[in-house]
Nanobody, 116 residues
């Protein structure tokens, strides 16, 4: 079992920055991939960025490349968001993937609102 708790969301003007944090607890050694997903009202939940816990290799959605940076240290994962746009407004969820059990865990989400 893994528990994920996000923090750092809020209201920011377009062009501004925010840093999201996700703290993982529990069986963190079983985590293979950690990532951030987001869901705007009426939309599906989409991948924003992921990072391998073993190699730290990263993957980004095209819409955030060059603006967002994912990083990690041990049981925490971060998302530095720069040059924010109104279309980045969404609830951001932390995710962990576990290959040994084929399970995903999710945090409860943190709201990011970008005003124009």
């Amino acid at each position: 079992q893994v528990r994920l708790v996000e923090s750092g969301g809020g209201l920011v003007q377009a062009g501004g920055s925010l840093r999201l944090s996700c703290a993982a607890s529990g069986n963190i050694n079983s985590i293979n991939i950690m990532g951030w997903y987001r869901q705007a009202p009426g939309d599906q939940r989409d991948m924003v960025a992921t990072i391998s816990r073993r190699t730290s290799s990263t993957n980004y959605a095209d819409s955030v490349k060059g603006r967002f940076t994912i990083s990690r240290d041990n049981a925490n994962v971060y998302l530095q968001m720069n040059s924010l746009k109104p279309e980045d407004t969404a609830v951001y969820y932390c995710n962990s993937k576990h290959y040994s059990t084929l399970r995903d865990y999710w945090g409860k989400g943190t709201l990011v609102t970008v005003s124009s």
